[in-house]
């Protein structure tokens, strides 16, 4: 596996500035988290943060849409939103979400991926450029797949049924040769239950019209960018649902795991 590596710039990733200057704009690398994956999986799929809002706290991430109407990518400010059937497109800013994790991404560190690197492979280059498994990693990787595997839930009615029991029914897409983008969050292992403990990595299109939750891949060549987060915010929601919701089951980790197709 070849890959050759470089830091950007002498980037002070609290204050979002080269050198460490003071910086007026958006903290870079923090992450905004609206909810809880434990509360996304008892069925709290209604949140009261609208896109436009969410955009307020940082123009990279993924989620997902109310009533667990398929899954969201954020790019350069640019949401776009995943149907059952592996389709994208873009939506508008008053939809809601229940769940998603955006930052105002800063690359502190860039790899350019010369040979083919299957899942395990890739997350081992990260975590090098990381070089902490405390902290969490916001991950876009540009160029072209040999392949890639994802999934999107469907849109779920009332009364809502737990999470595990909506993936069991949602369809795998298998996509060969592909262009595109894949980013997301790389969270440590202490933080299971709150988000995603590992990878949660979503896939668009170099033409933004088919992608998804990633479930497996295997990258040819591009250019990989890593931001090390060190700084999380977590909006809670204060609605009856999440007031409710069992947030401690004993079975959370094996449960993330199936919900996450890990």
């Known amino acids: 596996m070849k890959f050759r590596c470089q830091s950007v710039g002498d980037i002070d990733s609290r204050s979002g500035a080269l050198g460490g200057a003071a910086d007026l704009g958006p903290r870079r690398n923090r992450l905004y988290q609206t909810s809880t994956m434990a509360a996304l999986l008892d069925a709290v799929y209604d949140g009261e943060t609208t896109l436009d809002e969410l955009l307020v706290h940082g123009n990279f991430g993924l989620g997902t849409f109310n009533a667990l109407d398929g899954e969201m990518i954020v790019n350069d400010s640019v949401v776009h939103q995943f149907r059952a059937d592996g389709q994208a497109g873009r939506v508008p800013g008053s939809l809601k979400t229940p769940f998603a994790c955006v930052t105002f991404f800063q690359p502190e560190k860039e790899c350019v991926i010369d040979t083919p690197c299957d899942k395990e492979g890739f997350e081992e280059i990260v975590n090098r450029l990381v070089d902490n498994p405390n902290l969490f990693a916001a991950v876009r990787f540009t160029g072209i797949f040999d392949r890639v595997e994802t999934r999107t839930v469907f849109c779920q009615c009332r009364p809502y049924p737990p999470m595990l029991d909506v993936v069991s029914r949602q369809p795998t897409m298998q996509l060969g040769t592909a262009t595109g983008t894949m980013l997301g969050f790389r969270t440590p292992p202490y933080m299971q239950g709150v988000n995603v403990a590992g990878y949660h990595l979503h896939f668009l299109t170099e033409d ?54 890990g």
Do not use: C, M, W
């Open 208 to 261: 933004g019209r088919r992608g998804g939750h990633v479930t497996d891949y295997r990258v040819r060549q591009g250019r990989l960018e890593v931001g090390v987060i060190s700084d999380v915010e977590i909006q809670l929601p204060r609605t009856e649902q999440f007031a409710k919701a069992n947030l401690s089951p004993e079975n959370i980790h094996e449960a993330i795991r199936v919900a996450e197709g």
